[in-house]
């Protein structure tokens, strides 16, 4: 079997700079993995073993505080973000249904993304809309006092877009 070698990638300019201003600070790498992630929407591997070269730190501890922070993504998400609030107040007031019903509308289940790479799904702890209950967000506009009826309307507005 023959394994081809990938080319590396390079870091665009503006990681370069972040890295570079944030290098020598106390949490530098929590603050370059958020600006790696707002530039991919998630972290390739790719870019964690460029990034690991660069700051001369070791692969296994980029890795170390990607997989601690659940805010940090190894896969890419799908174009429309759908987080489902599964604190306390959204629980008990019916959020295991929302989940399911998505999981039935889309045809997929917590984080994991749609076949066409539109949207993807995860559970979250709070959205800090407890009054709100049952409550979702889409690529951060909230929807709240939701019922399962309601889901289809909110995803088509989305869909295509």
């Not at 700079?17 to 370059?32: E, H, Y």
């Amino acid at each position: 079997m023959v394994f081809e070698k990938k080319d590396s990638v390079k870091l665009s300019d503006a990681i370069l700079n972040f890295v570079k201003t944030w290098r020598n600070k106390p949490g530098n790498l929590i603050m370059i993995l958020h600006r790696v992630q707002e530039e991919y929407g998630y972290i390739p591997r790719e870019v964690a073993l460029a990034l690991s070269k660069e700051m001369n730190v070791p692969l296994a501890k980029i890795y170390g505080v990607i997989t601690f922070y659940h805010l940090f993504k190894l896969k890419q998400p799908g174009k429309h973000k759908i987080s489902i609030c599964m604190g306390t107040a959204c629980y008990l007031k019916g959020g295991g249904d929302i989940v399911q019903e998505l999981q039935n509308i889309l045809g997929v289940g917590l984080n994991a993304v749609t076949a066409d790479g539109e949207f993807s799904i995860e559970s979250v702890r709070c959205v800090g809309c407890c009054g709100l209950a049952p409550v979702i967000t889409v690529d951060g506009e909230v929807f709240g006092r939701l019922t399962k009826e309601q889901l289809p309307g909110i995803i088509s507005k989305f869909k295509g877009k």
